[in-house]
Every structure is written in structure tokens, then in C-alpha cells.
């Protein structure tokens, strides 16, 4: 896969799965425990690793290259 593909990807993944932080803060989600405990514990480990991939991929890509 090419890295613009690849970014394309993450990028998106990254901008859908922040959706429901949104409503998490500004909408009745926090109020639903089930749906809450989604967005807490998967939700949003998922967009803070991806946005560390989109910033800091290439270096981690680089530093895996020479091991």
C-alpha cells in the first residue's frame, strides 16, 4: 500500500471515530453507560493513536526500517 493511501485511510478512520466524542461531550452520551464506556475505553484510544501515527508515523516507520 502506498503511504498516501495509507494516510487517506487514517486520516478518515481518525475524522469518523471523533463523531462520537463529539457527542460524548456536547450530546446525552455521557448519560448512557454502555455507550459512554465505548467511547471512553475504545473510542478514544483509537483516535489518540491514530492522530500519533498521522503526526509521528513516519519517524516510528524509520526507527522499525533500521531494527
Known amino acids: 500500500m502506498k503511504a498516501s ?10 475524522i469518523v471515530l471523533s463523531v462520537p466524542i463529539l457527542g460524548y461531550i456536547y450530546g446525552p452520551l455521557a448519560t448512557m453507560p ?11 484510544p483509537l483516535v ?4 500519533f501515527w498521522l503526526w509521528k508515523g513516519h ?3 524509520k526507527r522499525l526500517r533500521k531494527g
Do not use: P
Open 48 to 51: 489518540v493513536i491514530s492522530g
Open 59 to 61: 519517524l516510528l516507520r
Open 34 to 44: 454502555r455507550q459512554a464506556m465505548v467511547v471512553k475505553w475504545i473510542i478514544m
Open 5 to 14: 493511501t495509507e494516510r487517506k485511510i487514517i486520516r478518515w478512520l481518525h
